[in-house]
């Protein structure tokens, strides 16, 4: 499963999720899920020119809680690896970061350990952007940037409007594909 998530500012509140399951093998894409995501508060004003994401779209959406069931349910679904393919792993990335705000939701601390069936996405993400980086410092090449400018750099143009948690999940999934695709050609002509 490939995972984005959008958050309000300053409170760093999710507001979007998105989600889509590709078939690894032939990047066949099997499923689709976006949720909006309602924070409790008003979207700030940049938020909303970064990612499109307004107040009216998030006033009915679901609660932190009930979209992490959701995801859950989405993930179990099609008996996805258990770390989600990711843009950028620090500290707080989205897996680590919709999980620790689903037990803030439910009145845990982050501290708590709740069961590995709870935490389903685990603690390590597979993030595209170390593959990425890795690459261009071995190459001796520009590492910085966000995901689109990073894909275009590699010839790859981005699809849909960027800062959308979906449309980001899927390019991600796509320059992952790619980069994979040249390692596996690379190491398959070396045998």
């Not at 004003?45 to 499109?52: A, K």
């Not at 940037?145 to 796509?174: C, P, Q």
Request: with cysteine; aromatic share 10%.
């Amino acid at each position: 499963m490939v995972l984005d998530a959008e958050y309000n500012q300053p409170s760093r509140k999710t507001i979007q999720i998105g989600a889509a399951i590709f078939n690894a093998r032939n990047a066949a894409c099997i499923e689709r899920l976006m949720i909006y995501v309602n924070p409790g508060e008003p979207i700030n004003p940049m938020i909303t020119d970064l990612t499109g994401v307004r107040d009216q779209d998030v006033e009915n959406g679901m609660s932190i809680v009930d979209a992490y069931e959701e995801l859950k349910r989405f993930h179990a679904k099609h008996k996805c690896f258990r770390n989600p393919l990711v843009w950028g792993s620090g500290v707080r990335n989205d897996s680590q970061h919709i999980y620790n705000e689903y037990l803030q939701g439910k009145g845990l601390g982050e501290d708590n350990s709740l069961t590995t069936e709870e935490n389903f996405m685990g603690f390590r993400v597979l993030d595209v952007k170390t593959i990425y980086q890795s690459v261009q410092i071995f190459e001796n090449s520009k590492h910085g940037g966000g995901l689109k400018e990073s894909m275009k750099r590699f010839g790859i143009e981005f699809e849909g409007d960027d800062h959308d948690a979906l449309n980001d999940a899927i390019n991600t999934f796509r320059f992952w594909y790619h980069l994979v695709r040249i390692f596996h050609d690379g190491t398959k002509a070396k045998k």
